[in-house]
């Protein structure tokens, strides 16, 4: 892979959606030779592999409705905008390779975790798969939709926050490899959601106004546990509900039904407001307490990933321990393979399994997969 110039070829995964859509056209109208791609991941053999023809566009199958990510009518919708932008287009069949994520979210689920499929989604095959797919191709970047910058100031690649910060999208890309930035382009990064959307009606595509996935694309009714159950049918099981005392409340129909910090659902009523605070995969069991029980100072992360050399001393830092969550002043320590995460507020619900990101300012310094919470649970009153 080269260094950028206004021929450099560029494999932009294509996913349907405005998002990745605009990130084709703009890349498309600076001058880079765009290849757009569809990751297939189902099973529906009625997605072909063949290289799509640019003059091809038919209008009267644009399709408004939207019925999740990855679908046969995304993939439709993909291929649409690459024929009206006259760009090659391909089909990549990564089922396979995503199998091996939904058996990560499945696992995860079954030690008592709390999975993040997405970002292992980036990292094993936007990143990893398709990246090695471009290279195959001879391209010289791999683009994405993602709401997340990388800027080439200052002689070295970095990973920024996306400029709409409502969307930012930087959190599920802490596991691409540092060295991978450099060959990496997120065009959409530098606008909000509505600069996209327009952008897209002005281009005339037809995905301008296409809702966008809200939830796991292999969990459409986000019923996570009847997905586990129909996998790994013998993992789910009823078990006793404990208070923090470790006495036995109730019964619960499997703990793979329950998140720390769940408030509803527990079926079980002590006259006060309960979470779940723990959950044992061993014993099959999950515990409940006060809100005050679910917060924490400090957690240990393990798969840790640095996109610039891991801090020497105890750093302060920015950190996010959730997707949706706001990034919140800490210190973070870095040994061989984990990190330590200290809060300068307690933290609500830290869940094992979960990705804690560090930032510097507006930069993604690094990240790792939530291990342990340590620390004295606070008496924060909510």
């Known amino acids: 892979m080269s260094g950028v110039c206004s021929k450099s070829k560029v494999l932009v995964a294509m996913s349907g959606g405005v998002d990745s859509s605009v990130a084709a056209a703009l890349l498309q109208e600076q001058g880079y030779e765009v290849v757009g791609c569809f990751m297939r991941l189902g099973s529906d053999d009625s997605v072909e592999g063949e290289a799509c023809d640019p003059n091809a566009y038919d209008p009267d199958r644009v399709r408004p409705g939207h019925q999740g990510c990855c679908s046969l009518d995304d993939a439709s919708d993909a291929r649409l905008v690459a024929s009206m932008l006259g760009v090659p287009f391909y089909v990549l069949n990564f089922k396979r390779d995503f199998d091996r994520v939904i058996d990560y979210f499945v696992d995860e689920y079954n030690r008592g975790r709390t999975p993040n499929p997405c970002i292992r989604c980036n990292h094993w095959l936007k990143f990893g798969r398709l990246a090695d797919y471009a290279r195959s191709i001879d391209a010289d970047f791999v683009a994405t939709g993602h709401y997340a910058r990388v800027d080439r100031d200052g002689g070295r690649a970095r990973l920024m926050c996306g400029r709409d910060r409502e969307k930012d999208q930087s959190y599920v890309l802490f596991t691409t490899p540092a060295a991978l930035l450099e060959h990496i382009m997120l065009p959409i990064g530098r606008h909000t959601k509505r600069e996209v959307r327009r952008i897209a009606e002005e281009k005339g595509l037809p995905v301008f106004d296409k809702p966008d996935s809200q939830e796991i694309c292999f ?152 291990r342990d919470v340590e620390g004295t649970k606070q008496d924060v009153a909510r």
């Not at 999950?286 to 809100?291: D, E, F």
Request: glycine letters at 8%; proline letters at 9%.
């Open 219 to 370: 969990v459409p009714d986000t019923d996570y546990a009847r997905l586990v159950r129909r996998r790994s049918p013998e993992t789910v099981r009823e078990g006793n509900i404990l208070d923090h005392e470790g006495t036995v409340i109730g019964r619960h129909p499997g703990h793979q039904h329950f998140t720390i910090g769940q408030r509803r659902g527990i079926s079980v009523s002590l006259g006060h407001p309960i979470y779940v605070t723990d959950k044992n995969a061993e014993t099959n069991t999950i515990t409940v307490a006060p809100a005050s029980e679910t917060f924490a100072d400090t957690l240990v992360a393990d798969e840790t990933n640095w996109l610039r050399p891991p801090p020497s001393r105890p750093m302060p830092c920015l950190a996010r321990i959730r997707y949706n969550a706001a990034a919140v002043p800490a210190t973070v320590v870095a040994e061989s393979d984990t990190m330590t995460v200290r809060f300068d507020e307690p933290q609500r619900a830290i869940s094992p399994g979960q990705a804690v990101v560090c930032y510097e300012d507006d930069e993604l310094i690094g990240g790792g997969w939530i």
